[in-house]
C-alpha cells in the first residue's frame, strides 16, 4: 500500500521499560508528525520533521521523549522509562509540500501504546 | 495561541436525519486552514476537507457540506440524510502559516456520531 504505515500497531510495556515506535511516511513526503491521542481525545501534536531535520519538538512532553528521522524517510519515537501517563495512541503523519496534496496531513492507523 | 473547540461531545440521531457538527476556532493568525477530520471505530484519521482562510465559499460534496464563516470563527460540518456509516468520531482542526504541509495541527476534542438504523 501507498499509505503511512506505523509498527507496532500494539505495545504493551511495563513502567519503566524503554519502547520504539516506528512510521513509514508515504514516500517523497517531507514533512512528518507525530502526535499522541489520549482516549476520548483529539490528537495533541509531539513533534515535526522537515527531511531529517527536526523543527519542531514543542509537544514533547518530557525529556524522556525522543524522536528522530535520520535519513529523512522513517522516523522513530523513543519513549525512556515510560510511565502509566504515556498510555495512549500515537499517530504518525506524512505530508508534502508541493503539489496538489500540500498541507493535507495523511495519517497512519496509529500505535495503541499501554503501560502496566 | 490557537484554540479549537467542539463542544458537542456526543450526538446521536436516526437514519436519514440531518445533522450538524460545530467547530468553533481561535487563531491570530490571519492566514491558516480548517480541516475536518474522520475517525472510525478502526482508528485512522481520515482527511475530509481543507479550507484555507481566504476562502469562505461554502462546499458540498455528496451528502457532506461545509459552512465556513470567519466572522463567528465558525467551521460547521453537516451531513444531509445520515447513514449507519457516517458513525465515527469527528474532529475539526487548525493549522496556521501560509505555505502549509509544515504546520502542526491543532485538533478539538471531537464530537461522537452515532447514527441508529
Known amino acids: 500500500g501507498a499509505g503511512v504505515s506505523q509498527s507496532p500497531r500494539y505495545k504493551v510495556a511495563k513502567r519503566g521499560q524503554d519502547v520504539a515506535l516506528r512510521c513509514d511516511p508515504i514516500?517523497?513526503?517531507?514533512?512528518l508528525f507525530w502526535y499522541q491521542q489520549a482516549l476520548g481525545q483529539g490528537p495533541e501534536f509531539l513533534t515535526y520533521?522537515?527531511?531529517?531535520?527536526?523543527?519542531?519538538k514543542s509537544g514533547l512532553p518530557s525529556d524522556r521523549f525522543f524522536a528522530e528521522r535520520p535519513e529523512g524517510s522513517v522516523s522513530t519515537l523513543k519513549i525512556q522509562r515510560t510511565q502509566q501517563e504515556d498510555s495512549a495512541v500515537y499517530l504518525c503523519?506524512?505530508?508534502?509540500?508541493?503539489?496538489?496534496?500540500?498541507?493535507?496531513?495523511?495519517f497512519g492507523p496509529g500505535t495503541r501504546l499501554t503501560v502496566l | 495561541a490557537q484554540k479549537v473547540t467542539q463542544a458537542q461531545t456526543e450526538i446521536s440521531v436516526v437514519e436519514k436525519e440531518d445533522v450538524t457538527l460545530d467547530c468553533v476556532y481561535e487563531?491570530?493568525?490571519?492566514?491558516?486552514?480548517l480541516f475536518w477530520y474522520k475517525q472510525p471505530p478502526s482508528g485512522e484519521l481520515v482527511f475530509l476537507i481543507r479550507?484555507?482562510?481566504?476562502?469562505?465559499q461554502n462546499e458540498i460534496s455528496g451528502r457532506y457540506s461545509w459552512n465556513f464563516q470567519k466572522s463567528t470563527s465558525s467551521f460547521n460540518f453537516t451531513i444531509t440524510a445520515s447513514q449507519v456509516v457516517d458513525s465515527a468520531v469527528y474532529f475539526c482542526?487548525?493549522?496556521?502559516?501560509?505555505?502549509?504541509?509544515?504546520?502542526?495541527?491543532?485538533f478539538g476534542k471531537g464530537t461522537k456520531l452515532t447514527v441508529n438504523p
Open positions: 503523519a506524512s505530508s508534502p509540500t508541493v503539489g496538489k496534496d500540500y498541507n493535507e496531513q495523511f
Open positions: 482542526a487548525l493549522s496556521g502559516g501560509v505555505w502549509g504541509g509544515s504546520e502542526k495541527l491543532v
Open positions: 520533521f522537515q527531511n531529517e531535520a527536526q523543527l519542531d
Open positions: 479550507r484555507n482562510s481566504f476562502d469562505e
Open positions: 514516500s517523497g513526503h517531507v514533512s
Open positions: 487563531t491570530r493568525d490571519t492566514t491558516y486552514y
